[in-house]
């Protein structure tokens, strides 16, 4: 019987003496009803087919290469406050769990770079050349003898072999990508059977004033080159959603990060 992503993840963080905050020592039910307030007021069309968010318009390729290009020279200063909380939560996740070959997609500039304990071996892929630039800076400023390459490769469509990863960790871009649930078949093709797919992401909110807020910011997604407006399903079929640990990552759960064992097919 495969093990609850939430049990595994605080026992693996405990054993190394990191003590965890009290959602992590969530009993399963508890955090299924924690989320299903939020999660039963998704549109959905069941299945892999959910019907999509309602304002949220498509991201290309060359919009989203666009956006980064104006982005990369300021990404740290503007975002690299805002995004440092999730960043750190799933780079400690990852730091937990079993298994050294770690690929990160949408590495950036390679804010989480820095975090990741050293017996882990990363591999970080982007597909804006300018933001991998200084990410390459980085890594050689710091002295990073972990990272074994960063690549420009879309992560729809990567060129790694099957099973090539213990662990995937997608930072702050599942909202990026043109097509979310190929990401995760993608993911899910190069972790191996057993390994972890993680996200860290911004996912719109059901209701509120911060809902129409979003709703109003998804017009804006080219600009922005992320959406404000994507919500959870959009990535997840409700099978995942159901098994994966779902966690709201402080302050004000802006930020949720969701960890999902890789079955065997």
């Known amino acids: 019987m ?16 990191r003590p965890f905050v009290a959602l992590e020592e969530m009993s399963t039910s508890r955090q299924r009803e924690d989320m299903s307030d939020v999660l039963q007021n998704y549109p959905s069309g069941g ?12 991201l290309d390729a060359e919009a989203v290469k666009a956006a980064y290009r104006r982005w990369a020279n300021v990404y740290d200063v503007v975002f690299g406050g805002i995004s440092r909380f999730g960043r750190l939560r799933a780079v400690e996740a990852v730091n937990g769990l079993p298994g050294t070959d770690v690929l990160e997609v949408g590495v950036g500039t390679g804010l989480a770079l820095p975090h990741y304990r050293p017996e882990k071996q990363i591999t970080g892929i982007d597909l804006s050349a300018d933001m991998l ?7 050689q400023r710091d002295k ?6 960063l690549l420009e490769m879309d992560a729809e469509d990567t060129k790694f072999d099957d099973a090539s990863f213990d662990i995937a960790v997608a930072m702050f871009v599942a909202s990026v990508v043109p097509h979310p649930r190929q990401l995760l078949r993608e993911l899910k093709r190069v972790v191996r059977p057993g390994g972890y797919i993680l996200f ?14 979003e709703h109003a910011l998804g017009r ?11 919500a959870m399903q ?6 995942d959603i159901r098994r994966a640990y779902i966690q709201p990552v402080p302050p004000l759960g802006l930020f949720t990060l969701v960890t999902l064992e890789n079955l065997p097919a």
């Open 47 to 58: 299945g892999d087919n959910p019907a999509p968010p309602p304002s949220r318009s498509a």
């Open 2 to 17: 495969p093990l609850h992503k939430g049990a595994f993840v605080a026992r693996a963080l405990c054993r190394r003496g």
């Open 200 to 213: 860290v992401n911004h996912f719109l909110a059901p209701g509120g004033v911060r809902g129409a807020v």
């Open 133 to 139: 630039a200084k990410a390459r800076e980085r890594v």
């Open 234 to 239: 959009s990535l997840l079929p409700d099978e």
């Open 220 to 230: 804006a997604s080219h600009s922005l080159g992320w959406h404000p407006d994507f």
């Open 144 to 149: 990073l003898t972990n990272v074994n390459g």
